[in-house]
């Protein structure tokens, strides 16, 4: 590629525009970045679409030659009804919860950082900062910690609290309160995000709007729903569909977490659950089916998302 | 535009990938050999191979092969399949590997394993070494993964913690001391809700059994028939009754209750005791300090006791270790695992109180102290897990930790006990 260049040095600007020749330098300079995309996600993709379509277990893995088998992964599946839909239809109303609490704690965030005088703006920004910087693995590791079983400082503390005996209380082995602490983990790593974007768009918000709104006498929160939801609207969208996606995907704090201690079964989300299959059982092909699936359904999740982006750079 | 940009887009991707598909199955064809120096990297799991079997073992090898290095790569135990699986069939294999005995068979039914000829098994010891580790890495009628070593579970305790108690002689009457004895502070029985491998023998000694093949070849899992449920009965028991060990925790680090004296009876692998043992202050900084002078200084070991007495039939724990197929250097591979089955290498293991890989090699075995002694009548009555290459799945899965935590917890065990055979059966039917 290189070597092209250096043969061939590009004409001066002018002569391009005479000559009109089709645009070859544009179609140059991209290519490096589709031979990045084409290796790092194009072959995987297209190798996740043929193995759903073959029996493909440790021994294909091997060497083995793998047989085709049609739709029989997809047919397994998409019948699996305490398997598939179990965890798909659990991934989603967790993911609803993430998203709500997490947009509405963001904003609270956002609508705060607003009111507050410099100084604790810069306190509230960094803190945001530290829990954004946070690796999940680290912090839900620490997370867990805290909710140990033994040692962890949240028995100890209802224990000195209450003055039941807290100790020995799995949090994790029941499946509601496993979720419970998976929320506090992600919408504590979630939230600093969300309230920076809304906060960078709050204060975008033209001074005089909101000041006119005051003199004719709109509550604050008629303010907030009337003006400043309004003029945000469109980065909630953009937010709620990012996380959205995002917690489908959850994958680092479950796995984690039913590491420490969870029941497996009832509180896989999908890719926890495709991980299993696949990597730990070795059930390549049905994974890569369910990985198929599970795309489908994200790219419809995206596509309003992806819809509104070009509509907006056609304006 | 746009049009014309997509399918550029969808050219390149296909071309890529044809190139890329190409690549890889011209990777697949065998390399040539290589000879002369080279590196090997051996996987051993957890810490029950003592630092100096590991020492002997790289110093030996550098010995015999000049100019090659060994490097000894530590693995957990956690999640041990789920990592195999991907690094073994990768390009960047490790060469040998320990696997647990009931793991083998996921590994050696795929081909992940190189084979060991018949000629090879007899030089490395032939009909010497323990049976059942042998059967365990075989496949089809060949050898795959010969036995590391084996290691029973012993009950340990403390006559400073026991106190005037009685040492239990029969299955029921250890589960009735551990109740006794338990108070806020201290275990009769330390158990943790995921040992699963402490919950075996009680299911066996109840005349239960996991998991039965039928003569057509179906699987048939037994913790809910009677047997099975008297055993979880009993387990149930001590675990909430006799037992303060946190009802999700995993079997780690159980020298640290032991050493704080809040705990009578430990049902742990007998390599424990060096742990108990080490120094209160590790001289190495990484070290793991023990009570070597407190409750470490007048430990003894008791065989798990039998419904009827005697040692119960209990878990027949342990390693084999293989060859990976995927080895860039099978020639160097196979000259550490001459190493590693050698009669010197596992007598150091022998030293330490494991169960060597050889039968010859049993009378290395300290048998003199109350530990040794118990560790060799264990090993006699140990079975061991279906010998099914599904089983792997079921461990990978979580099944068995995860129903006995609910035990733990206090929940009903005839439905844990259904639901789990249940699992079970789906798993080794499939």
Known sequence: ?315 | MNKNRLVGAAASAITLTLALSACGNAGGAAAPEETGPGEVRVWLVGTDTPPEARDYLKKTFEEENPGSTLTIEEQAWDGLVDKYTTALSGSDAPDVVEIGNTQAAAFTSAGYFREITADEFETLGGSDLLPGFVEAGDWEGKHYALPYYSGSRVVFYSKQVLGDTAVPTTLDEYVDTAVDLKTDDLSGVYWPGQDWYNALPFIWENGGYIAEQAEDGTWDAGFSSEGGLAGLEQIQTIMTKGNNAPSDAQETDLQVPFCEGKVAFLSAPSWIQWSINAPEKPEDPDGVPGCASTYGKDLEGLALPGKDGGAAQVFAGGSNIAIAQKSARPDLAMSAYEILLSDEYQSILAGIGLFPAKTSLFEKVDQSTSIGKAAAEAAANAKLTPASPKWADVESKTLLQTAFSRIAAGEDVKTIAEKLDADIEEILNS
């Open chain 1, 1 to 315: 590629m290189s070597s092209t260049l250096l043969d061939a040095p590009a004409p001066p600007r002018q002569e391009i525009r005479r000559k009109r020749r089709p645009p070859y330098l544009p179609w140059l300079l991209l290519s490096a970045t589709m031979v990045l995309l084409g290796v790092l996600t194009g072959f995987p993709l297209v190798r996740l679409v043929v193995m759903s379509f073959q029996e493909y277990e440790r021994a294909q893995l091997m060497g083995l030659p793998a047989e085709w088998v049609g739709f029989d992964n997809y047919a397994a599946i998409l019948t699996d009804v305490d398997g598939f839909w179990t965890v798909l239809a659990r991934s989603f109303v967790l993911m609803v919860v993430l998203v709500v609490v997490t947009i509405v704690l963001g904003m609270l965030v956002a609508l705060l950082m607003m009111r507050v005088g410099k100084a604790m703006r810069l306190l509230v920004s960094v803190g945001l900062l530290l829990a954004w910087a946070m690796p999940s693995l680290a912090a839900t590791t620490v997370w867990g910690w805290l909710f140990d079983t033994q040692y962890g400082v949240v028995n100890n503390l209802l224990t000195k609290i209450t003055g039941d005996r807290w100790f020995g209380y799995s949090w994790l082995l029941d499946p509601l309160s496993f979720f419970v602490i998976v929320t506090c983990i992600v919408v504590w790593g979630a939230v600093p995000f969300v309230a920076f974007t809304l906060y960078a768009g709050l204060t975008q918000i033209p001074e005089e709007v909101i000041e006119a709104a005051q003199l004719d006498g709109a509550s604050a929160f008629q303010r907030f729903r009337l003006i400043q939801l309004p003029y945000v609207r469109s980065i909630v969208t953009v937010l709620v569909v990012l996380s959205m996606i995002w917690d489908l995907k959850l994958f680092t704090q479950v796995f984690v977490l039913q590491d420490i201690g969870g029941d497996r079964e009832l509180t896989s989300t999908i890719g926890v659950y495709i991980y299993q299959t696949g990597m730990a059982q070795g059930h390549y092909g049905v994974a890569s089916a369910i990985g198929v699936i599970f795309v489908i359904v994200m790219l419809a999740i995206a596509y309003p998302y992806v819809r509104r982006t070009l509509r907006e750079e056609e304006l």
